[in-house]
């Protein structure tokens, strides 16, 4: 497989994107995110998704110059307008506006309207983390995952993330879908035609089933049954319904170049520490209970795995299939 450096591998998405009709802002903030997928080894949200977005350019269900603007804000509390537009770019304001307005209330909520897919979400944390901030991310997305008891799917895979900062360390960090496995891995299951595992989709039918294409026209399962699809229908509340966004259901699938208008959207808390029982005790509170954590042989702090390939392909580069890398140079083109 052939072996790029980031930035190589940035302004190759950035060239497809901008050939497509994303403005440069928006490709740019598209293709950093995209790169810390595959350097954290996150490749179903990697830049194999660049020709899915190019789709939605070409075929106007991504505008790609919008430019997302603060629609109504107060306090500690403020929605971004995504225009429709990639995510990406949204999703940095809202980091920017988080930063700021946590360290002046103590918390803050900011909410995504119009919005697109945004990737890994954890990636959008990280530099919360590093200003020393507590923070959650959660978003809506097209319909993947019935209402408990139901075959017909409602809700999307609603990822969820957190990142606690850590004095001197990287931040402990967790990051999942609460279906049994993001849709991401069927799709590159499908592309490579490789079965998928019993029990993470259901088929059309409503039957368990290790066809991945199946899954992905059928319903995915959620993570701990029951409690995954209670916990889908909290995000799709707090993302949607407080942001004026489109439930899943109303979306079409990300996985279709035509469609309308996704809408999603996206929720991000923060959290200063300070406005608490303060920045040392947190601290020391938080050291504690990793000790405690890696006390035990075999335990792993949530995300460093993820840093870990980080540091690997920054200093080594990445690997991706042939098929994926001549597929953004004809893109790109």
Same mark, same amino acid.
């Given at each position: 497989m052939p072996v790029l450096k980031s930035d190589?591998?940035?302004?190759?998405?950035?060239?497809a994107l901008i050939h497509a009709g994303a403005?440069?802002?928006?490709?740019?903030?598209?293709?950093?995110?995209?790169?810390?997928?595959?350097?954290?080894?996150?490749?179903?949200?990697?830049?194999?998704?660049?020709?899915?977005?190019?789709?939605?350019?070409?075929?106007?269900?991504?505008?790609?110059?919008?430019?997302?603007?603060?629609?109504?804000?107060?306090?500690?509390?403020?929605?971004?307008?995504?225009?429709?537009?990639?995510?990406?770019?949204?999703?940095?304001?809202?980091?920017?506006?988080?930063?700021?307005?946590?360290?002046?209330?103590?918390?803050?909520?900011?909410?995504? *309207?119009?919005?697109?897919?945004?990737? $890994?979400?954890?990636?959008?944390?990280?530099?919360?983390?590093?200003?020393?901030?507590?923070?959650?991310?959660?978003?809506?997305?097209?319909?993947?995952?019935?209402?408990?008891?139901?075959?017909?799917?409602?809700?999307?895979?609603?990822?969820?993330?957190?990142?606690?900062?850590?004095?001197?360390?990287?931040?402990?960090?967790?990051?999942?879908?609460? *279906?049994?496995?993001?849709?991401?891995?069927?799709?590159?299951?499908?592309?490579?035609?490789?079965?998928?595992?019993?029990?993470?989709?259901? /088929?059309?039918?409503?039957?368990?089933?290790?066809?991945?294409?199946?899954?992905?026209?059928?319903?995915? @399962?959620?993570?701990?049954?029951?409690?995954?699809? $209670?916990?889908?229908? $909290?995000?799709?509340?707090?993302?949607?319904?407080?942001?004026?966004?489109?439930?899943?259901?109303?979306?079409?699938?990300?996985?279709?170049?035509?469609?309308?208008?996704?809408?999603?959207?996206?929720?991000?808390?923060?959290? /200063?520490?300070?406005?608490?029982?303060?920045?040392?005790?947190?601290?020391?509170?938080?050291?504690?209970?990793?000790?405690? @954590?890696?006390?035990?042989?075999?335990?792993?702090?949530?995300?460093?795995?993820?840093?870990?390939?980080?540091?690997?392909?920054?200093? /080594?580069?990445?690997?991706l299939p042939d098929a994926i890398i001549a597929?953004?140079?004809?893109?790109?083109?």
């Amino acid at each position: 497989m052939p072996v790029l450096k980031s930035d190589d591998l940035q302004q190759l998405v950035i060239r497809a994107l901008i050939h497509a009709g994303a403005s440069t802002m928006a490709a740019a903030s598209t293709a950093r995110a995209l790169v810390a997928a595959d350097e954290q080894g996150i490749s179903s949200h990697g830049v194999s998704r660049t020709p899915h977005y190019v789709g939605h350019l070409r075929n106007a269900r991504v505008i790609g110059d919008a430019v997302p603007r603060v629609a109504h804000e107060r306090g500690g509390a403020c929605l971004i307008d995504a225009g429709n537009g990639l995510a990406y770019p949204a999703c940095e304001m809202a980091v920017a506006e988080l930063t700021k307005r946590a360290k002046q209330f103590g918390v803050t909520y900011v909410g995504i *309207t119009n919005s697109n897919h945004n990737g $890994m979400t954890s990636f959008h944390l990280e530099s919360l983390a590093e200003a020393g901030l507590v923070s959650l991310a959660f978003g809506n997305s097209p319909a993947a995952m019935n209402a408990w008891g139901g075959k017909r799917p409602i809700f999307g895979t609603n990822p969820i993330a957190a990142a606690f900062p850590r004095r001197g360390q990287w931040p402990v960090v967790v990051d999942l879908a609460l *279906t049994e496995v993001a849709k991401g891995k069927l799709m590159l299951a499908a592309r490579d035609n490789k079965p998928i595992p019993l029990g993470w989709a259901l /088929d059309r039918a409503g039957n368990p089933t290790t066809d991945a294409n199946e899954g992905i026209h059928g319903s995915l @399962m959620p993570a701990g049954g029951a409690k995954g699809a $209670m916990l889908a229908l $909290m995000v799709e509340l707090l993302a949607a319904a407080l942001t004026g966004a489109a439930f899943g259901y109303e979306m079409d699938s990300f996985f279709s170049a035509t469609g309308n208008s996704a809408r999603l959207g996206q929720g991000f808390l923060a959290i /200063d520490p300070g406005a608490l029982a303060g920045n040392e005790i947190y601290n020391h509170r938080i050291d504690a209970l990793v000790d405690a @954590m890696l006390a035990d042989d075999g335990v792993r702090l949530p995300g460093y795995r993820r840093f870990e390939n980080r540091e690997k392909a920054r200093r /080594d580069g990445i690997d991706l299939p042939d098929a994926i890398i001549a597929e953004l140079h004809a893109l790109a083109a």
